[in-house]
Structures are given as C-alpha cells and as structure tokens.
C-alpha cells in the first residue's frame, strides 16, 4: 500500500478533501438515496449512524494506506455532494481501483467527470500509478461514459459477479494505464 499523505485536490468548481465528522449528514443523505445505491451491492443507508461509521472507516483506511477516499465539495457553497476514492491497491503492480459516489441531485452537471480526472491524475502523478480499474454495471451508462470521458476502456466482462438488492448483476471492467495519459 502506498504511504498516503493528507491531501487536498481542487478544480475549477470542486474541492476533493478528506472526510471527516463535519460531513456526516450530507454522507448519509448520498448513501441513503436508492437512485445513487441502485448500482452498488449494499442497500440504502436507514440510519445516520452507517454515516458515523462509513466516515470512521474511511479515516482509518486513509491512516493505513489502503484506501484515499475524499469528499467531493462545491467550491462555491462548501456542500459535501459525493465521494471519490483511489483503493484495492496492489503495489508490486502499482495498480489500484477508482470508486465513486455523487449525490443524485448533482447528476448531469459533469462533476464526477471533473471529480475523477483530479483524482486520476493525482494518482498517476504523486501516487505513481501505472494503472488504475473500475468495475461497474453494464445498465449503468452514465457512469460508463465518465469512465470513457477520462481514457479509461472497456477490457471485460463477467457475468453475474455481484448480487446487487438480493439479484445477480453484471461488471464490465475498465482500465486506465498510464500510457494512454502519456499519449501512448
């Protein structure tokens, strides 16, 4: 695992900071909406203590070096609206996965795309990534563009690998290798 520092990524729009304490009800309010759930092998949050807890987790992931996991936050109000996450890090590979949360109310204004390419770069650049994957639903498009948007390709398929809300659901895999960022 890489040895993580404190970090702040800022956009022309967002801030992507860590989490903390402060952002536990918007946290709940992302994870609690089934729109933003329906994709992922968990159900909805019930309870703003899953808040306290993910967060929780979250920190002591960052201080072990297995997880960088920071809030995406509008620059202009200071509102918590979703997360990003560089994680599953294999460092004789110097690979990891990208993970990504936006709050439903903040679709289709291109942050997750804005989001992830500051992440994406920090981890190629200060992390010195070589590759980074994503695994996500095949119905879940939106996402798949942004994924395309970056430089990231489609290199698989495999059948009825999650069970997402009690039903076998799908991954496509992307990768993005450093090359293709180098214009390779």
Not at 57 to 82: C, H, K, P, Q
Not at 143 to 150: A, H, N, T, Y
Request: proline share 4%.
């Amino acid at each position: 695992m890489p040895t993580l520092t404190p970090v702040e990524l800022a956009t022309q729009r967002l801030l992507l900071r860590p989490m903390d304490e402060r952002d536990t009800e918007a946290h709940y309010a992302v994870f609690s909406d089934p729109a933003v759930t329906r994709y992922w092998s968990t159900e909805p949050w019930t309870s703003i203590d899953q808040a306290v807890q993910a967060i929780a987790r979250i920190r002591s992931a960052f201080a072990d070096g297995s997880e960088l996991r920071l809030g995406i936050v509008l620059r202009e109000t200071g509102e918590l609206i979703g997360n990003c996450a560089l994680h599953h890090f294999v460092d004789a590979s110097r690979r990891c996965e990208i993970g990504y949360a936006l709050a439903s109310a903040h679709w289709g204004k291109g942050y997750a795309g804005e989001a992830l390419e500051a992440l994406v770069e920090y981890g190629l650049r200060a992390l010195d990534l070589n590759r980074i994957e994503a695994d996500i639903d095949p119905d879940n498009v939106a996402s798949g563009r942004v994924l395309e948007k970056l430089g990231f390709r489609k290199e698989g398929y495999m059948p009825e690998r999650w069970i997402v809300h009690g039903k076998p659901a799908d991954t496509v895999y992307y990768g993005l290798l450093r090359r293709y960022r180098d214009g390779g």
